[in-house]
């Protein structure tokens, strides 16, 4: 876990994307690569290996889809206890998680046992950061022969820390029900918003009904409507932005979002124009805690600087607009963004505040020359993202942090960070 809190850290804030470590040993007063046993890599039988270069690792960072994934792997190998930790009740429909004895007894009522999963990499969270929700597919096997259930609904509650499954999924697929049957229930927990200007129904969920613009279904990726949401542009220089219809379907709202801000939904107004060219593809998109990841082709840091620039508030102020999302981090193919001729550091985390790209542009070309005639004496202030060990599970998460760097040696700096600041108790 703390060699990945600097792996994770180093790649997140550099331009790099694998991170070599290594080992003083002052006794013999030499350095060199430690064992990877010595690093905590055991039980593949290349404990006595030198540890090569690291790439970030996102195994241990705890989504929704992380969560279901153990939870599963647990049913499908007997593992009650471990798969009991990972439940929660759920105070949306009343539902009682119970104790372990109980637990077992609803798995085993109709004599089926889970036996394969696939979880959906997507999944959509609620405005408050609190509730999610995802889909899985799933055999069960019984005495009379093996069923396969396909792209099931499954909620989740953020619980002293982490991710948990509601209650409600271990009941609905020890009962065996098919997804018609669920969506029909799942149909009764939600509102309809009529909008009387483009004739169609948003779908709202009831944990949050006093929702203002941007309007967002956590349901809509399963029951394909559309949503509001306000996307920021550009025109004549100026930041400006409309609400437009989203089209949300299984990639999950914030890749959808990010599709709709850079041009690419049809259900977008005529009136829109996004400032994205069109040669740049969206990669991927993630959320951890309050930060969202946007990974797009390398065609994003060969744009005109003050495009980028421009471009970086359109997605900051677009995401931070969502109550749970404060930062974004923006890569290009996996890395850092680096601007090429603003290359002395990556660009680091962005707030809701990035709302003038023209002081953006400026705040990089005062910082490179800054950098150049200071070299080793430069000091400058940035926010950057450190992951820390979540205080309730074995997973890490990233925190926005606010750290002086002096000099340009970043990575000794980011390192000494992680080991030095004392994270925030989740």
């Known amino acids: ?59 241990y960072i705890m989504t929704p889809c992380t969560a279901l994934e153990i939870f599963t792997s647990c049913l499908i190998n007997g593992n009650m206890e471990d798969a009991h930790k990972y439940l929660s009740s759920d105070s949306s429909t009343g539902i009682l998680r119970p104790d372990l004895a109980g637990f077992e007894a609803d798995c085993a009522q109709n004599g089926q046992v889970m036996v394969s999963a696939e979880v959906s990499e997507f999944f959509s969270v609620s405005e408050d950061g609190s509730r999610a929700r995802g889909l899985v597919s799933y055999s069960l096997s019984s005495d009379s022969g093996e069923r396969f259930y396909e792209d099931i609904p499954v909620s989740f509650i953020r619980s002293s820390g982490i991710w948990r499954i509601s209650y409600s999924f271990v009941l609905m697929f020890s009962a065996g029900r098919n997804k018609m049957s669920i969506l029909k229930d799942f149909k009764k ?35 394909n409507e559309p949503a509001y949401c306000k996307l920021y542009t ?54 951890q805690g309050d930060i969202l990841y946007l990974n797009f082709s390398d065609d994003l840091r060969y744009e005109p600087p003050l495009a980028i620039a421009q471009m970086l508030s359109c997605l900051a102020n677009t995401f931070t607009d969502f109550d749970e999302i404060n930062y974004i981090s923006v890569a290009c193919e996996g890395r850092q963004l680096v601007i090429p001729d603003y290359n002395f550091r990556p660009v680091m985390a962005l707030d809701g505040e990035t709302d003038d790209a023209q002081a953006l542009l400026s705040s990089w070309k005062s910082a490179q020359s800054a950098f150049e005639l200071a070299g080793e004496t430069y000091k400058e202030e940035a926010d950057v993202l450190l992951y820390f060990r979540a205080a309730s599970s074995g997973f890490y998460e990233p925190e926005a942090r606010s750290i002086t760097f002096k000099g340009t040696d970043y990575a000794d700096q980011l390192i000494i960070s992680c080991c030095a600041v004392q994270r925030r108790m989740v």
């Open 189 to 223: 927990s939600i509102r309809f918003a009529y909008d009387g200007r483009l004739n169609y129904a948003v779908l709202l969920p009831l944990f949050s009904q006093e929702q203002s613009y941007p309007e967002y279904s956590s349901h809509a990726e399963i029951m």
């Open 1 to 59: 876990m703390a060699v990945y809190s600097i792996v994770n850290t180093l790649i997140e804030n550099t331009g790099y994307s694998r991170v070599q470590l290594y080992i003083v040993r002052k006794e013999q007063n030499v350095t060199e690569r430690p064992t990877r046993g010595e690093l905590g890599f055991a039980g593949d039988g290349r404990e006595q290996e030198h540890i090569e270069p690291l790439t970030m690792d996102a195994s």
């Open 234 to 287: 550009y025109k004549n220089n100026t930041l400006v932005y409309s609400v437009e219809p989203v089209t949300v379907d299984n990639e999950g709202k914030y890749q959808a979002v990010a599709r709709a801000l850079m041009g690419r939904d049809k259900m977008l107004r005529e009136s829109y124009e996004g400032i994205f060219s069109p040669e740049i593809e969206l990669r991927s998109v993630r959320r």
